[in-house]
């Protein structure tokens, strides 16, 4: 069999860009509604950026993790260690204090889903299910 023509990959992949642009966006404007809870990291004016994670910084981060896995949503915390004081890099010999805003972050970051198989309605049930999170409690 002959391989697909690189044209079609590239297709593909401007879908898959676009997808995750376009979803990312729905998550900063329904985020921006709750920025007593969430906040957005802040966004490069005429800059294109297509998201590999989309992380937010949010109050209660754990019990809100808790209340999004419960609900079927598969939420992540991507870095819960600092770089600097991860086993790997402890030749460099950094120690805690050595960066505190990295050590904060890893207290309150959290990893929203996005990806192109998402549709937009469960990208409207994450939405809607962390609302309902921060209306709650």
């Known amino acids: 069999a002959r391989p697909a023509p690189a044209w079609r990959y590239a297709c593909q992949a401007a879908s898959t860009a676009e997808k995750r642009i376009r979803y990312a966006a729905m998550y900063d404007r329904a985020f ?38 419960d609900s079927g949503v598969e939420a992540k915390i991507h870095y819960p260690i600092a770089l600097h004081l991860q086993k790997g890099l402890a030749h460099l010999g950094y120690k805690k204090g050595d960066f505190p805003e990295s050590e904060r972050q890893t207290s309150c970051i959290i990893t929203f889903p996005l990806d192109e198989f ?3 309605d469960q990208i409207q049930y994450v939405i809607e299910t962390v609302r309902r999170f921060y209306k709650t409690r």
């Open 118 to 120: 998402l549709t937009e």
């Open 32 to 69: 921006s509604e709750l920025s007593d809870h969430i906040n957005i990291p802040p966004r490069r004016p005429n800059a294109r950026r297509v998201f590999h994670l989309y992380m937010v910084e949010a109050r209660r981060r754990d019990e809100l993790l808790a209340f999004l896995i």
